[in-house]
């Protein structure tokens, strides 16, 4: 079998143009791990980092027979992270401004008595849902989440490490989508509103 791991850059592109599966393969694992590291530094978020690395890696192959690399191969590469990241902050920019928009109109519009009942138990369900969530998850997730500290101060308050801090809020939020799954966006933005009162 060919050891694909003696071969340069250049020499494993060609042979991705080819079709070669190994050679990819061999790319991926060089890169994969520096690509997620400087996405994690930009985004800070592991799974939005993960899923920015691996659509970078899905086009390459995609467009492997009209590859085309002005300078080196790392470079193509972190050139198309650094894209991928502006793309990010543009869409979280325009997502922001629209869930800042909902949140007032939930924050100033008063509620009627049966709206009051809905938050009521809306209020319960999260807590139950939090109760879920293991010992260590909880306690990052209210850190962040009501009490609104950075994931590096609650780092340094738990002795744990910022991914560790990530990997549990992101936890927490898959359980809470879990169960809240079945609720509109607008409920969703005023879960986050209750979360913080």
């Known amino acids: 079998m060919i050891s694909y791991i003696k071969y340069t850059d250049e020499e494993l592109t060609d042979l991705l143009r080819t079709g070669d599966e190994l050679a ?5 694992n060089r890169y994969w791990d520096v690509l997620l590291d400087t996405a994690f530094k930009r985004i800070s978020s592991i799974e939005l980092a993960e899923e920015i690395v691996q659509d970078i890696f899905v086009n390459l192959f995609i467009r492997r027979e009209s590859l085309t690399i002005k300078s080196s191969f790392e470079g ?16 979280q920019t325009t997502h ?9 109109n939930v924050n100033n519009r ?24 293991p010992e260590k998850c909880r306690e990052v997730f209210i850190l962040s989440r009501v009490e609104n ?19 549990h809020i992101s936890k927490a939020m898959n359980i809470i989508k879990a169960d ?3 609720y509109h966006l607008e409920v969703m933005l005023l879960i986050t509103v209750l979360l913080k009162k």
């Open 149 to 167: 500290l950075s994931n590096k101060l609650i780092a340094e308050r738990m002795g744990i490490s910022v991914s560790t801090v990530e990997k």
């Open 76 to 91: 193509y590469l972190k050139n198309a992270l650094k894209y991928k990241v502006f793309d990010v902050f543009r869409s």
């Open 180 to 182: 809240f799954r079945e």
């Open 110 to 133: 008063s509620i009627t008595p049966e709206e009051a009942l809905q938050v009521k138990e809306l209020k319960e369900k999260i807590d139950r849902t939090t109760q879920k969530m």
């Open 96 to 104: 922001d401004k629209y869930i800042n928009e909902v949140l007032k």
């Open 24 to 28: 990819y393969q061999e790319l991926y």
